[in-house]
């Protein structure tokens, strides 16, 4: 069986069970863990941050950054295809009375700067109060260029307004660029980071950020029923997972790359755009596709739609084995 549906699927390797099964335990909502502690600790020490919070879920980290950095009536400014806006279900909304104001990305996965100044409302009773940006890295397997980044950060400055990255795959941005993940939380008041994607864990994220907030966010973490007991278990694979798994999302990167180079041979594939991580993002009209999808169903190879996920679970023979499946789809006669 070949998942590309998400990096999401990946399971814990033998070496991270056996770390999960020997992990030390206690009761974090005491803050007796040492398996928590010590994720947290070395989440914060890998992104240059004060502190952080081992969460349940990417959802639960992002609603936690939101919550804790507005209030109701406020609002915060997302993208509209942005996580944070479009698939939590409107939590910010529903549990903070805080208002999203959505913009649409463009084609880099960034947010219109001019447009987002614009769209920052002036100090007036008509108005919700924005207090936040939110930006996402990698977008769709897109990286925000760090120049982006830096002009960013000083229309925040400029307008007092609190910074959020949705940097459920930072790492694939920090990998790809080279660079140290520090440099790309430095423009930001709070990242979280999702341990269950490319980093192949199998729960949980964690939100990075200065010590009062991540203290606020604790305090709503339990007040949503997030408040774990002898969560080490699960933490442990999280620390396995930052000390063993960053380097080799390089390898799902160059899968990608070959991927795309393998489809873009073929006739009748078209894509959308260049991967420029771990997504491979096709171009195909919707009949083709479904007839694709059900052709690499009867061959084990499980897709969602035309964004396709490498991850650890999928090596370079499974990459080989799904280019002849559509090689193969492609010479056949319509
Ligand atoms: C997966 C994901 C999340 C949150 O994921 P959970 O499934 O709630 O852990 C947030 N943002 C982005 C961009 C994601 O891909």
């Given at each position: 069986m070949i998942d590309l549906r998400s990096d999401t699927v990946t399971l814990p390797c033998d070496a991270m069970r056996q770390v999960m099964f020997d992990a030390p335990l206690g009761d974090d909502v005491y803050g007796e863990d040492p398996s928590v502690n010590t994720l947290q600790t070395l989440a914060a020490e890998i992104t240059g941050k004060e502190s952080a919070l081992f969460v349940s879920s990417g959802t639960q980290s992002n609603l936690l950054a939101v919550l804790s950095q507005c209030e109701r009536g406020d609002e915060y400014i997302a993208g509209q295809e942005a996580h944070t806006?479009?698939?939590?279900?409107?939590?910010?909304?529903?549990?903070?009375?805080i208002q999203p104001q959505p913009l649409p990305f463009?084609?880099?996965g960034e947010l219109d700067l001019e447009q987002v100044a614009e769209t920052i409302k002036p100090d007036d009773f008509h108005f919700a109060r924005t207090k936040l940006l939110c930006l996402e890295n990698t977008q769709t397997g897109k990286v925000l260029a760090m120049d982006y980044l830096a002009d960013f950060f000083q229309l925040a400055v400029?307008?007092?307004?609190?910074?959020?990255l949705d940097g459920a795959r930072a790492f694939n941005a920090a990998v790809k660029m080279s660079i140290d993940i520090k440099e790309i939380c430095?423009?930001?008041?709070?990242?979280?980071?999702?341990?269950?994607?490319?980093?192949?864990a199998p729960v949980g994220s964690v939100l990075v950020g200065d010590r009062i907030t991540i203290e606020k966010a604790r305090r709503l973490r339990k007040m949503l029923g997030g408040?774990?007991?002898?969560?080490?278990?699960?933490?442990?694979?999280?620390?396995?997972?930052?000390?063993?798994?960053?380097?080799?999302?390089?390898?799902?990167h160059e899968n990608a790359a070959n991927l795309a180079d393998g489809?873009?041979?073929?006739?009748?594939?078209?894509?959308?755009?260049?991967?420029?991580?771990?997504?491979?993002?096709?171009?195909?009209?919707?009949?083709?596709?479904?007839?694709?999808?059900a052709w690499l169903a009867d061959n084990n190879v499980t897709v969602s739609g035309q964004r396709w996920v490498l991850h650890k679970d999928v090596s370079r023979d499974d990459v080989e084995r799904v280019l002849e499946l559509c090689s193969e789809f492609s010479n056949a006669p319509a």
């Amino acid at each position: 069986m070949i998942d590309l549906r998400s990096d999401t699927v990946t399971l814990p390797c033998d070496a991270m069970r056996q770390v999960m099964f020997d992990a030390p335990l206690g009761d974090d909502v005491y803050g007796e863990d040492p398996s928590v502690n010590t994720l947290q600790t070395l989440a914060a020490e890998i992104t240059g941050k004060e502190s952080a919070l081992f969460v349940s879920s990417g959802t639960q980290s992002n609603l936690l950054a939101v919550l804790s950095q507005c209030e109701r009536g406020d609002e915060y400014i997302a993208g509209q295809e942005a996580h944070t806006y479009r698939f939590e279900a409107g939590g910010a909304a529903v549990l903070g009375g805080i208002q999203p104001q959505p913009l649409p990305f463009n084609g880099r996965g960034e947010l219109d700067l001019e447009q987002v100044a614009e769209t920052i409302k002036p100090d007036d009773f008509h108005f919700a109060r924005t207090k936040l940006l939110c930006l996402e890295n990698t977008q769709t397997g897109k990286v925000l260029a760090m120049d982006y980044l830096a002009d960013f950060f000083q229309l925040a400055v400029k307008y007092g307004l609190r910074k959020h990255l949705d940097g459920a795959r930072a790492f694939n941005a920090a990998v790809k660029m080279s660079i140290d993940i520090k440099e790309i939380c430095s423009y930001f008041d709070t990242v979280s980071i999702c341990l269950s994607k490319g980093l192949a864990a199998p729960v949980g994220s964690v939100l990075v950020g200065d010590r009062i907030t991540i203290e606020k966010a604790r305090r709503l973490r339990k007040m949503l029923g997030g408040g774990m007991r002898q969560a080490g278990i699960l933490a442990a694979a999280g620390i396995y997972a930052l000390k063993n798994n960053i380097e080799r999302l390089q390898v799902d990167h160059e899968n990608a790359a070959n991927l795309a180079d393998g489809l873009r041979g073929l006739a009748g594939f078209r894509l959308l755009e260049e991967p420029e991580t771990n997504m491979v993002l096709l171009d195909l009209s919707r009949e083709y596709f479904s007839a694709l999808s059900a052709w690499l169903a009867d061959n084990n190879v499980t897709v969602s739609g035309q964004r396709w996920v490498l991850h650890k679970d999928v090596s370079r023979d499974d990459v080989e084995r799904v280019l002849e499946l559509c090689s193969e789809f492609s010479n056949a006669p319509a």
